[in-house]
């Protein structure tokens, strides 16, 4: 979904940065960034386990004690989820600087970036707003995810079996190394690697994808996000692991089930314009093309 003009600064003016540790280029850029929003007036929050700033007048405050406006990151789709897995608030718009390897989610370039940002102070921009996943087992709560859930084997080089319910409905059964249930923002990530198709960021749900079966026991499925699915680990002895959006993992036993659905929750990026087709064809079509 897209928002039109949205008011991106409170009365509170107030902006978090967060950057990809331990790389200098980075910690340039958020210096950079950080003495931008100071001239603008605006308090800067900074991530000291994740970004030095030298700026005087910025105020060093770990990601989870975050309390602004929007949080800037510098780094690529790996540093965002690492922002958002520890904001005490992940509605928070975020607005990213790309220094990754792909960067798909991020909006600005080292070289825009001020300028974009100049732009979104005075609400010449739009929110994205994406859906999230809700997981667990049981009363058993996971992490929600932007990106995916990705149950996996607990040993490595082993294969788990699925029983799969969509709704109380059994769907399919089978082997594969994993199995992930993606968003649409997700769907470009782990899922598309993994053999998945795109959702357009329009299509009101999940994809289902196995990873490696054999023999093709287990099918990719597109399903409603209005309803449940369920992963069951039905092979003895055989434990995994849930994996949410590559940062956190959640132990998972043989017989459990992991469901998942639409979370409550959303996360919102800062773009100037609606780029999602733009980002496909310039970000993940081969670089050799």
């Known amino acids: 979904m897209i928002v039109e003009s949205p008011r ?76 958002l897995s520890r904001l005490k608030d992940r509605e928070t718009p975020l607005f990213c600087v790309n220094r990754g390897n792909v960067g798909f989610l991020t909006e600005a370039s080292t070289t825009t970036a001020l300028g974009a940002l100049e732009k979104v102070i005075q609400n010449k921009c739009i929110l994205e707003v994406n859906v999230n ?53 997700g769907s470009t990530a782990y899922a598309l690697a993994a053999g998945g198709s795109i959702l357009s960021p329009n299509v009101n749900g999940f994809i289902f994808v196995p990873v490696c079966p054999p023999r093709f026991e287990l099918k990719s499925v597109v399903i409603p996000d209005s309803s449940i699915l369920e992963m069951e680990l039905v092979k003895p002895g055989a434990p995994g692991l849930a994996v949410i959006d590559g940062q956190t993992r959640w132990d998972v036993e043989p017989s459990e089930s992991v469901w998942v659905k639409k979370a409550e929750g959303v996360t919102r990026f800062i773009r100037m314009y609606d780029n999602y087709w733009d980002r496909v064809n310039t970000r993940l079509v081969p670089r050799t093309l």
């Open 133 to 185: 996943i809700a997981s667990g087992v049981g009363d058993r709560q996971f992490e929600e995810a932007l990106n995916e859930v990705y149950v996996v084997s607990r040993i490595p080089g082993r294969l788990l079996t699925f029983q799969v319910h969509l709704d109380d409905v059994r769907i399919d059964y089978g082997r594969a190394d994993g199995a992930m249930v993606a968003t649409p923002c």
């Open 8 to 83: 991106i600064l409170s009365d509170r003016r107030a902006v978090g940065l967060v950057g990809k540790p331990g790389r200098i280029e980075v910690e340039r850029i958020a210096n950079r960034v950080a003495e931008f929003l100071l001239t603008k007036d605006i308090d800067v929050q900074v991530d000291p386990g994740s970004c030095n700033v030298t700026a005087k007048k910025a105020a060093p405050t770990p990601i989870e004690e975050m309390d602004v406006d929007f949080v800037v990151t510098i780094g690529g789709d790996g540093t965002i989820l690492y922002a």
